[in-house]
């Protein structure tokens, strides 16, 4: 059981929008920044959104991300194929389960 | 270029005890917080320990503490994790993350390509 819940998953057709929801507590989400990860098949994570919503170089403006109150969410315009992967919401956790917790991934499937 | 590099992963029995090793090249290693995270066959990710830049604030999950050691070498640009007491629950992909400046200051602007850890008789 993760700490922060997401769909297990979500789909969506080339050219489309889809969200991903990642929800926590105020320990977690409320408090802290929200970080958003994409893994392709049998690769490393890679980092998509930090603080919330903002993109490290190189990650294409298709890809943003949110945040209220204890829920975030990443959103992707203009879906292609290559976007078909695992995403993964983090942030940190002033709690003892913590100090950082995953939501448990979110499976997108570009139909 | 910022990489990370982990070794040490491979079969060990329950019970037994594993060191795995992460090398950073490319980034001012001393300056950075670092992470172990892993990743269970066909399950999500899972942070594992955190130590920040000088060693002095170091966090485990609750599965591993007692039973993992994080630290690292500032001087040979590497994080190590000391796995002991190892339960096949282990089992997982053991990747390296670069943090932040600050131990919570952020999570994998970085990883590792990851090393298996296989506990099983």
């Known amino acids: 059981q993760s700490v922060l819940t997401q769909p297990p998953s979500a789909s969506g057709t080339p050219g489309q929008r889809v969200t991903i929801s990642c929800s926590g507590s105020?320990?977690?989400?409320?408090?802290?920044?929200v970080y958003w990860y994409q893994q392709l098949p049998g690769t490393a994570p890679k980092l998509l959104i930090y603080r919330n919503n903002q993109r490290p170089s190189g990650v294409p403006d298709r890809f943003s991300g949110s945040k209220s109150g204890t829920s975030a969410s990443l959103a992707i315009s203009g879906l292609r194929s290559e976007d078909e992967a695992d995403y993964y919401c983090?942030?940190?956790?002033?709690?003892?389960?913590?100090?950082?917790?995953f939501g448990g991934g979110t499976k997108l499937t570009v139909l | 270029e910022v990489q990370l590099v982990e070794s040490g992963g491979g079969l060990v029995k329950p019970g037994g005890s594993l060191r795995l090793s992460c090398a950073a090249s490319?980034?001012?290693?001393?300056?950075?917080?670092m992470n172990w995270v892993r990743q269970a066959p066909g399950k999500g990710l899972e942070w594992v320990s955190s130590i920040s830049s000088s060693s002095s604030y170091i966090y485990y999950a609750d599965s591993v503490k007692g039973r993992f050691t994080i630290s690292r070498d500032n001087a040979k640009n590497s994080l190590y994790l000391q796995m002991n007491s190892l339960r096949a629950e282990d089992t997982a992909v053991y990747y390296c993350a670069r943090g932040g400046i600050a131990v919570g200051g952020t999570l994998g602007d970085y990883w590792g390509q990851g090393t298996l850890v296989t506990v099983s008789s």
């Open positions: 105020s320990s977690n989400i409320g408090s802290n920044y």
């Open positions: 490319g980034f001012t290693f001393s300056s950075y917080s």
């Open positions: 983090a942030a940190w956790d002033d709690s003892l389960s913590g100090p950082w917790v």
